[in-house]
């Protein structure tokens, strides 16, 4: 059974690419561009693995974090943060909430993202 992943970025073009990159791999995807959305599909979805960006309208990820690690049913769902910001208080914040890392987008290609999140799938 192929793993799965929810990719929580409300930028179109980041999202097209990860769907991509990951389909090489072979993890299953999934995507939303709203947070609340999000939110939902982690219920609906529940992947193995989140992936969140934090700069996000609407809703930042830290609050998106904050929810899915305050809900029983997926607090345990591990949350690798996406961020274009090298944002030391918010990246700890992040790493308090209950996310497993932070990754800076522009310091990791999409291919070190994937080979990180499969590393963790255990794949």
Do not use: H
């Amino acid at each position: 059974m192929s793993k799965k992943i929810l990719l929580i970025d409300d930028d179109p073009l980041i999202v097209r690419m990860y769907e991509r990159v990951f389909g090489f791999s072979g993890v299953d995807v999934t995507t939303s561009l709203s947070p609340t959305e999000g939110l939902a599909q982690v219920a609906a979805v529940k992947p193995d693995l989140i992936l969140l960006d934090i700069m996000m309208p609407e809703m930042d990820g830290l609050e998106v974090l904050r929810r899915i690690k305050s809900d029983d049913a997926t607090k345990s769902i591990p949350v690798i943060m996406l961020t274009n910001l090298s944002d030391e208080t918010r990246n700890k914040q992040a790493m308090k909430l209950g996310a497993m890392s932070v990754m800076i987008k522009s310091d990791y290609s999409p291919k070190q993202v994937v080979e990180k999140v499969t590393a963790a799938l255990g794949k």
